[in-house]
């Protein structure tokens, strides 16, 4: 869970310690507020707390729907998986085998003698 928000996903970018992030962009704060108003709904509607739901595969799967609203088409969810907690669990079964690289680039800067 990401500390700020209590969401899955940080809504903005992160730092490293290596440097400074950028500020929240108006498109990260619109997902944060859609993401937001979403997991109330859909907590409710299931009758648990929205840190139950978000840290739950429909959780996840509504993180991933809202950034598709925002963002346009980037992951395979519907919005049926956020609603539909069985729905989500089976997908996250079925994908839970697969590999995942986490690959950045560290930023190293020479330092010439004078």
């Not at 498109?27 to 937001?36: D, I, K, N, T």
């Not at 085998?97 to 950045?104: L, M, S």
């Amino acid at each position: 869970m990401h500390k700020l928000t209590g969401t899955p996903i940080p809504m903005q970018i992160v730092s490293s310690d290596e440097y400074l992030p950028a500020p929240q962009t108006g498109q990260q704060r619109e997902v944060e507020a859609r993401l937001g108003e979403l997991a109330g709904t859909l907590a409710r509607k299931q009758g648990v707390s929205r840190r139950k739901f978000f840290r739950s595969a429909a959780g996840v799967a509504a993180a991933y729907y809202v950034m598709n609203q925002v963002y346009g088409p980037l992951f395979a969810v519907s919005a049926v998986q956020a609603a539909m907690p069985e729905l989500a669990e089976e997908r996250s079964r079925a994908l839970g085998k697969q590999a995942v690289f986490d690959a950045h680039t560290h930023s190293c800067a020479r330092i010439r003698a004078a």
